[in-house]
Structures are given as structure tokens and as C-alpha cells.
């Protein structure tokens, strides 16, 4: 029986077999496969055409909305501008209304002329260099033949690319680990360099040829390791570090965003020079031919290379794990490590923990204990999330879970901001910064409001405005009287204080200053309250960035509308919290304000507005079906169950998002599984059979069938 196809995302375009430098940790040259010898220098025109064709044809029959492509060699920039130039036409003519390309480059920067930026410019190639930190460092390994240092070369190149009219092409900085050099000096001499991402790798290494050991500690990895994330948390996290961001992603349940770390299937193949395909490129260091497929671009398609028994084998998640590693606390993190890092020559072959098990462990437990994520549950109240029977504590968790991600919008954003004007962004930051070293409680105001994380957002897209920032900050500080005043932006005539009003400045321009005593009077216009039972909401119909819902938004409701929703809404909560306490309790934790809809967002008339603390909600006046108490009551909870699911796919890999049908099916009998209750109607009749089917599906990750499995329980 055929194998079923998994689509492949990444492609990994060999352009050069030879390079210009001798480092002494390289897999191409120094490890197991010597292959490299016998292929062509320099990729052929033939070649790049048939792989552009055969990634265009693959994308389309799968329907990938994305594909990722990545230039590589030897060294890439010896291939020559012109036929650099071709492969990048090629390309891109290819998958041209078919689907986006991601198009990058991995170079070690030495040959990085303006000639070829301008190229790179030209076509969207973003560039990642190879540099393992300061020259002490980057000496120990990365050598032209004759033993000549490339530190400096390599520095000039990245220089280049850090110009103004460059910059945007910059993807990061790769490090090999060395644990006998300074940690701390490596991440200082990169962190200088201001480069938007750092990928720290550690050296490839199997049981067969471990890696370098020092006498002493046993997790000489893990402890180097720490220590530069040590210095990078007292920086105040000044750039992402991918290996640190996919061990915290997964430890909740994310994705990896590495090959290195986690479950989840590897979609990643390798075109060398002669055309043939290979797994994945680190394979090479586990024996000579183990990447081998025995297919290529002139006779075979992208399918019959994922239906591949190596391809497949790495695509098991923990069932093709040993049973050391499917017994570990930290699997769901770690993955087992690179699967290259598995090998021994023996009959084990890759049956067995990676050669860094010790230190992938060590490193594991370490972030989780400095980032309070418990290693043995995905998130505190995750069953009792699935299973309804949830007291308000996952849902807090949800929230801190958030707050955070928005934090790290914010931190973004000012790393992005850093060659704008910052006038007013400026003093608002550094406002938000004394909010979290002094005043937790207020930085959490800040951030738990929901629009916060949307205007951000929008921002880092180039859609909003900056300043926004002291308008979020001003509403956090200004009514409890911490600061005197805030210089303020004016928005259309008015200033903006999200979740607490705005001020009419009509004919003003710029920015103002705002005090206390500017928060009342006749040009005043407070947000309404809903007060219902022990709650109150904010029903917000002025924030300037509450349209994140599916559906335009009202404005300024007259006072009759409003009395309509102060009549309906405690009527329609009193249901809630007599028929599904437990929602209630959480409702009660999360949901901070409700923005009237101008009209119901597809079928139905409530949306989750980004997450679950802000509710979007269609009242009819005069329309006696639409604000009947069961019936808000309903929406209400369907909208919120929804927004719930949404944060928690932010933190948690429920299932396979390729396969939409059992995204829509999750989504469905999640908010089913709660409004039946309202209505009195019997799970089986409906809900019930829904749920045999998602539980059905393959999509499914481990931690989404423990999922499911819950909602089961509550059925």
C-alpha cells in the first residue's frame, strides 16, 4: 500500500559544492559522507529549472499557501552573480501566483559584495552568515586553508548587509557552540552586531564520533548554553534566539520552529549540484551515503521523495522515539534531539537518545524551571480546559500565557522601531519598563487589555502608529495618578486612552499633554461598564483598534442602544452562571470587555476578537430572537470557548494545521460541547458524533488527542 504524501515545505538548494574556507567543524567536508567530491562545482541551468518546476507543481498540487527555500553549499556565493541571478528568476517565475516564497541564503559572508545585496534586493533573498562570535571564537574553526583568520572579512560583509537600504534583507546570525570559548563573549560579540535573530547550533556529533568533552561537568552543552542565556535575559532579550525560544515553544505544547527540537514531521529536502535529492543535510555526519534517496529532479517528483522510508522514519513524532526517550519528562521538547545525533553504528542504527541527551535534559528543565513552565504538564489546567471542568485557573494560566507573547510584541516592535523616530515612543517605553520592574500589577493591565496585542501587531506590519504606545500607557498610569501627565498622540480629533475613554481635541495635530485632571469634564468620553453579577465589562464601541473581529464594528452607540445591552446582557449572564458555573468562573477570569458589531460576523452574531478577552457581539433593537437571554447567553460562551481555543493553539500544537477539516471540526465540537448545555439538548444527539469523527482524525497531535480526549469526558 502506498504511503500517504506529506506535503514538503522546505527545500534546501545546494548552487555550489566547494568553498572558501576549511573549517574544521564542518559535516560537508570533514565528516562521515564525502559525497561532495564527485558532484558538479556549480549547479547547472538545466537543474535549477526542473527543481523550480518540480517545487511549483509539488506546491500547487498540495495546495501550500507558503515554501521555504534555501540557497546553500559549499558556499553559495561562489556559484557567480549571473547564475545566482538565474536561480533566483527561476524560482520565483516558478512559484509566482502558486505560493509565496520564502527565499533565503546561508552564506559565510565573505564573497557578500554590494553587487550581489543588490541582487538579493532584487528577488527578496534574505541572508543568514555563518559567525561563531569573537575572533578568539570565530579562529578556532572557521579558517581559510593556509589557517588565515576570515573574522574580519566576515565582519565587513555583515557590516554591508546591516546598511539602511539592506537591512531588511538581514535573517540572522548561525553559531556553531564551542564550549571552549567564552559563552559570554560569543553572544556579546553577536549581540553587537544588532542582528534580528541568532541560531545557536550545536556541533554535529553521533555516538560513533561524540562531541568534544572537556573534563568535569557532564552537561558542558547545557551549561554553555545557560550562561549566554543568562547574559541574553539581563540584556532584557534583545533578539529572538531560536534554540530558546522553540525549548520554551514546546515545552507549552508549540511548535518547534527547529529541526533540532520537538515532534512534529520533518518536511525538509535537499537538491545538490547533480540534481539528485537527499534528506536532510546533517545526515552526513552519521555515515557515508546516509542521506541518499536514489531519486532526482529528471525522473522523479516531490512525492515519491516524501514517501521515502528515510523521509518517513523521521516523520513518526514520538512513536519512532526509543524507549528511553518516549519515557522522558522533557520528550515533548526535546524530540529525541536531531535525528543525526541518534546514530550508532551498530544494529541500533537510530534507535537510540541523541549523543546530547544529557544536555538537551539539563537545558530543558533549566528554562523551564527559569520561565515557571512544569516540564510534565503543557499548561497548568490543560485537562480541565478540555474537559469543562476548568475553575478559572487554565484560564489564567492563558492569560499570563498572553500577556507574555504581547510583551514580546512590544519588545519586537522597539527593536524594530530602533532607526524611526521614537520622540514619542521613547519616554512611553521607558514608562512601560518602570511598569515592569516596579509595578506588575499595572504592566499587566497594559497588557492583558485585548487590543494591545492587535495594535501591535498591526504595527510591526507597518499599519499603525507607534505612538499608540502612550495612549496605552497613559491609560494605564493616568487614572491611578502614578505620573503627572503623558505626552499623548491625537487621532482624528481625538485622544485615545484604550479601556478607559478618549478626549475630544478637535483642530489639534500631534501630540498633547494629559493629566488626571483631563479625565473628566464636558470634552470627556468615558467607555461604558456592564456590570453583571460579580463582573464588569467594558463595553467598548470607541478603542481605536477593537475592529480585530470578523465583522465591522459599530461606533458610538446612542444611549438607547446601550440600555438595550444593559437590560439583556446580566440577563443573559444569569444563565451562564446558573446552567455552566464552571464557564462562568472562567468568563469571569478572561473576558474584559464586549464591542457591539454592526452586523453578525458569518452565521452567527458574536466573534472572539484575537483570544478570549474581548468578545464582539451583534445585539438586534428591536429584534426579540437575537436578545432572548438563552440565546446572548450562548453566543456569549461559543464566542468565548472559541477565543479559548485560539490562545491555546498559540501555545499548544493540537493537530496537523495543514488539515483544516479537523481544525473546523475541533473548533465546532468545543463551543458544541458547552452551548447544548444551554439549551438542554443531549450531546449524543449531535455533538456526540461530531466528536467520534475529530477523534478519528490523524491530524491529531499527541498532546490534541489528550485533548479531545477530555472534551470526550465531558460529553
Not at 29 to 49: F, G, K, L
Not at 91 to 116: K, P
Given at each position: 500500500m502506498t504511503s500517504p504524501v506529506v506535503p514538503l515545505q522546505q527545500l534546501v538548494l545546494k548552487v555550489h559544492s566547494r568553498c572558501d574556507l576549511a573549517c574544521r567543524h564542518c559535516y560537508v567536508?570533514?565528516?562521515?559522507?564525502?559525497?561532495?567530491?564527485?558532484?558538479?562545482?556549480?549547479?547547472?541551468?538545466?537543474?535549477?529549472?526542473r527543481t523550480a518546476r518540480r517545487l511549483a507543481e509539488h506546491a500547487e498540487a498540495h495546495g501550500l499557501a507558503s515554501v521555504q527555500v534555501i540557497l546553500h553549499g559549499g558556499e553559495p556565493l561562489l556559484?557567480?552573480?549571473?547564475?545566482?541571478?538565474?536561480?533566483?528568476?527561476?524560482?520565483?517565475?516558478?512559484?509566482?501566483?502558486?505560493?509565496?516564497?520564502?527565499?533565503?541564503?546561508?552564506?559565510?559572508?565573505?564573497?557578500?559584495?554590494?553587487?550581489?545585496?543588490?541582487?538579493?534586493?532584487?528577488?527578496?533573498?534574505?541572508?543568514g552568515i555563518s559567525l561563531d562570535g569573537?575572533?578568539?571564537?570565530?579562529?578556532?574553526?572557521?579558517?581559510?586553508?593556509?589557517?588565515?583568520?576570515?573574522?574580519?572579512?566576515?565582519?565587513?560583509?555583515?557590516?554591508?548587509?546591516?546598511?539602511?537600504?539592506?537591512r531588511?534583507?538581514?535573517?540572522?546570525?548561525?553559531?556553531?557552540?564551542?564550549?571552549?570559548?567564552?559563552?559570554?563573549?560569543?553572544?556579546?560579540?553577536?549581540?553587537?552586531?544588532?542582528?534580528p535573530r541568532i541560531d545557536f547550533l550545536l556541533p554535529h556529533a553521533t555516538w560513533d564520533a561524540p562531541p568534544l568533552r572537556p573534563e568535569g561537568p557532564d552537561t558542558p552543552y547545557a551549561d554553555w548554553l545557560l550562561a549566554v542565556h543568562d547574559r541574553w535575559t539581563e540584556q532584557g532579550c534583545p533578539m529572538p534566539v531560536r534554540l530558546f525560544d522553540s525549548v520554551i515553544s514546546t515545552l507549552g505544547g508549540g511548535p518547534a520552529r527547529t529541526e533540532s527540537l520537538g515532534l512534529e514531521p520533518a518536511d525538509v529536502v535537499v537538491i545538490e549540484t547533480d540534481g539528485t535529492y537527499e534528506q536532510a543535510d546533517s545526515?552526513?555526519?552519521?555515515?557515508?551515503?546516509?542521506?541518499?534517496?536514489?531519486?532526482?529532479?529528471?525522473?522523479?517528483?516531490?512525492?515519491?521523495?516524501?514517501r521515502h522510508p528515510g523521509m518517513t522514519a523521521r516523520r513518526r513524532g514520538i512513536d519512532g522515539l526509543s524507549t528511553l526517550c518516549r519515557r522522558c519528562p522533557v520528550v515533548r521538547s526535546c524530540g529525541g534531539g536531531l535525528y543525526a545525533h541518534r546514530y550508532r553504528g551498530d544494529d541500533s542504527g537510530f534507535d537510540n537518545p541523541s549523543v546530547y541527551c544529557a544536555d538537551l535534559k539539563?537545558?530543558?528543565?533549566?528554562?523551564?524551571?527559569?520561565?515557571?513552565?512544569?516540564?510534565?504538564?503543557?499548561?497548568?489546567?490543560?485537562?480541565?480546559?478540555?474537559?469543562?471542568?476548568?475553575?478559572?485557573?487554565?484560564?489564567?494560566?492563558?492569560?499570563?500565557?498572553?500577556?507574555?507573547?504581547?510583551?514580546?510584541?512590544?519588545?519586537?516592535?522597539?527593536?524594530?522601531?530602533?532607526?524611526?523616530?521614537?520622540?514619542?515612543?521613547?519616554?512611553?517605553?521607558?514608562?512601560?519598563?518602570?511598569?515592569?520592574?516596579?509595578?506588575?500589577?499595572?504592566?499587566?493591565?497594559?497588557?492583558?487589555?485585548?487590543?494591545?496585542?492587535?495594535?501591535?501587531?498591526?504595527?510591526?506590519?507597518?499599519?499603525?502608529?507607534?505612538?499608540?504606545?502612550?495612549?496605552l500607557v497613559a491609560a494605564t498610569v493616568l487614572p491611578t495618578g502614578m505620573v503627572d501627565a503623558v505626552e499623548v498622540p491625537v487621532t482624528n480629533g481625538f485622544v485615545e486612552l484604550p479601556g478607559v475613554g478618549r478626549l475630544h481635541h478637535e483642530g489639534v495635530r500631534g501630540t498633547v499633554r494629559l493629566t488626571p485632571g483631563d479625565l473628566s469634564g464636558s470634552r470627556w468620553e468615558p467607555v461604558r461598564r456592564l456590570k453583571l453579577g460579580q463582573l464588569e465589562l467594558a463595553l467598548d464601541d470607541i478603542d481605536p483598534?477593537?475592529?480585530?473581529?470578523?465583522?465591522?464594528?459599530?461606533?458610538?452607540?446612542?444611549?438607547?442602544?446601550?440600555?438595550?445591552?444593559?437590560?439583556?446582557?446580566?440577563?443573559?449572564?444569569?444563565?451562564?452562571?446558573?446552567?455552566?458555573?464552571?464557564?462562568?468562573?472562567?468568563?469571569?477570569?478572561?473576558?474584559?470587555?464586549?464591542?457591539?458589531?454592526?452586523?453578525?460576523?458569518?452565521?452567527?452574531?458574536?466573534?472572539?476578537?484575537?483570544?478570549?478577552?474581548?468578545?464582539?457581539?451583534?445585539?438586534?433593537?428591536?429584534?426579540?430572537?437575537?436578545?432572548?437571554?438563552?440565546?446572548?447567553?450562548?453566543?456569549?460562551v461559543r464566542g468565548f470557548r472559541l477565543g479559548l481555543l485560539d490562545v491555546l493553539l498559540d501555545e499548544c500544537e493540537l493537530y496537523d494545521e495543514r488539515d483544516t477539516r479537523t481544525g473546523v471540526l475541533l473548533a465546532d465540537v468545543y463551543a458544541r460541547v458547552a452551548t447544548d448545555a444551554l439549551f438542554g439538548i443531549p450531546s449524543a444527539a449531535g455533538t456526540g458524533a461530531k466528536w467520534r469523527a475529530l477523534s478519528e482524525s490523524d491530524a491529531l497531535t499527541v498532546l490534541g488527542r489528550r485533548f479531545v480526549d477530555g472534551m470526550g469526558r465531558s460529553l
Open positions: 567536508y570533514e565528516h562521515a559522507d564525502q559525497s561532495w567530491a564527485s558532484r558538479p562545482r556549480v549547479i547547472s541551468e538545466d537543474i535549477v529549472s556559484t557567480g552573480p549571473t547564475r545566482l541571478r538565474f536561480v533566483c528568476e527561476q524560482l520565483r517565475a516558478a512559484l509566482h501566483g502558486v505560493s509565496d516564497l520564502d527565499l533565503r541564503i546561508h552564506t559565510n559572508g565573505l564573497q557578500l559584495t554590494e553587487r550581489y545585496l543588490d541582487l538579493f534586493a532584487e528577488y527578496d533573498v534574505r541572508v569573537d575572533r578568539a571564537a570565530n579562529d578556532r574553526h572557521r579558517l581559510y586553508r593556509d589557517g588565515r583568520s576570515s573574522h574580519d572579512r566576515t565582519l565587513a560583509a555583515i557590516g554591508r548587509l546591516r546598511q539602511d537600504r539592506y531588511h534583507l538581514f535573517a540572522g546570525l548561525l553559531c556553531t557552540v564551542d564550549v571552549r570559548n567564552d559563552p559570554v563573549a560569543v553572544y556579546d560579540a553577536l549581540a553587537r552586531l544588532q542582528p545526515l552526513k555526519t552519521s555515515y557515508d551515503g546516509a542521506p541518499v534517496t536514489g531519486k532526482n529532479v529528471f525522473e522523479h517528483s516531490l512525492d515519491e521523495v516524501s539539563r537545558l530543558v528543565e533549566a528554562l523551564g524551571d527559569r520561565t515557571g513552565i512544569d516540564i510534565r504538564r503543557p499548561l497548568d489546567g490543560f485537562d480541565a480546559l478540555a474537559d469543562g471542568t476548568d475553575d478559572g485557573t487554565a484560564v489564567i494560566a492563558l492569560v499570563e500565557v498572553r500577556q507574555g507573547v504581547t510583551l514580546g510584541l512590544l519588545k519586537e516592535l522597539n527593536t524594530a522601531l530602533r532607526h524611526s523616530d521614537r520622540k514619542v515612543w521613547d519616554p512611553a517605553w521607558q514608562l512601560a519598563l518602570d511598569l515592569q520592574a516596579h509595578d506588575a500589577v499595572r504592566l499587566a493591565a497594559l497588557l492583558v487589555h485585548p487590543f494591545t496585542r492587535s495594535w501591535a501587531v498591526r504595527c510591526l506590519d507597518g499599519a499603525a502608529s507607534p505612538d499608540h504606545l502612550a495612549s483598534y477593537r475592529d480585530c473581529f470578523d465583522a465591522p464594528v459599530k461606533s458610538r452607540l446612542p444611549d438607547h442602544d446601550a440600555a438595550l445591552w444593559r437590560e439583556v446582557l446580566p440577563r443573559a449572564w444569569d444563565v451562564i452562571a446558573r446552567t455552566l458555573p464552571g464557564v462562568a468562573a472562567g468568563m469571569a477570569t478572561g473576558l474584559r470587555v464586549l464591542t457591539p458589531l454592526a452586523a453578525p460576523p458569518g452565521c452567527r452574531p458574536v466573534a472572539a476578537g484575537s483570544g478570549f478577552a474581548a468578545l464582539g457581539l451583534h445585539l438586534e433593537v428591536g429584534g426579540s430572537h437575537a436578545t432572548e437571554p438563552a440565546r446572548v447567553a450562548a453566543d456569549l
